[in-house]
T-cell receptor, first 112, second 113 residues
Framework: EAQVTQNPRYLITVTGKKLTVTCSQN?????MSWYRQDPGLGLRQIYY???????DKGDVPEGYKVSRKEKRNFPLILESPSPNQTSLYFC???????????FGDGTRLSIL | DQQVKQNSPSLSVQEGRISILNCDYT??????FLWYKKYPAEGPTFLIS?????DKNEDGRFTVFLNKSAKHLSLHIVPSQPGDSAVYFC????????????FGTGTKLQVIP
């Protein structure tokens, strides 16, 4: 079954404590991306990756890091989380950036 | 600067009637557009897309119309069904495939039985 898997699904943590949200896809897609969803703001792209070792900033990259060492994995790293990063996060993958994306089920992060 | 806008946060439609969801964009370099549907507690799922070389694309009950001169696209659902109740996002990207994707703010559709 074609899947994008995110972990964890829910996380409550405190300001400044580094965290990583993992994302894995089994469709051999080259393009992967991270979004955050906030009320009234829709989905905003954080980072995207066009292939292994190739990443670029989306619209809201501040405070986030990513890496793409393998084709299937695209972790999102918050080195020093702050309360304004409390949000619902989605990972997605596709054959290309403009192509239909497959989304994970989301990770709800609460930073206290 | 919101380059993709969905000005109606919500829409209610009777079952069997037509639902029309609208999306406006400002970036004239966008030439590939997609609609996604999102249920609560799930990720968005792809619904239908259109490239700028077309002005209409149909898939079953779903039709997307693109008016390039007005920088406007719309999604028509006919007939609307209760299972269509969800949040709908339009998204746009510049052609070439490996580009940034910009989403709208979403429209919550409620189809009343």
């Amino acid at each position: 079954e074609a899947q994008v898997t995110q972990n964890p699904r829910y996380l409550i943590t405190v300001t400044g404590k580094k965290l990583t949200v993992t994302c894995s896809q089994n469709m051999n897609h080259e393009y992967m991306s991270w979004y955050r969803q906030d009320p009234g703001l829709g989905l905003r792209q954080i980072y995207y990756s066009m292939n292994v070792e190739v990443t670029d900033k989306g619209d809201v990259p501040e405070g986030y890091k990513v890496s793409r060492k393998e084709k299937r994995n695209f972790p999102l790293i918050l080195e020093s989380p702050s309360p304004n990063q409390t949000s619902l996060y989605f990972c997605a993958s596709s054959l290309g950036g403009g192509q239909p994306q497959h989304f994970g089920d989301g990770t709800r992060l609460s930073i206290l | 600067d919101q380059q993709v806008k969905q000005n109606s946060p919500s829409l209610s439609v009777q079952e069997g009637r037509i639902s029309i969801l609208n999306c406006d964009y400002t970036n004239s370099m966008f030439d590939y557009f997609l609609w996604y549907k999102k249920y609560p507690a799930e990720g968005p799922t792809f619904l239908i897309s259109i490239s700028s070389i077309k002005d209409k694309n149909e898939d079953g009950r779903f039709t997307v119309f693109l008016n390039k001169s007005a920088k406007h696209l719309s999604l028509h659902i006919v007939p609307s069904q209760p299972g269509d109740s969800a949040v709908y996002f339009c998204a746009a990207s510049e052609y070439g495939g490996y580009q940034k994707v910009t989403f709208g703010t979403g429209t919550k559709l409620q189809v009343i039985p």
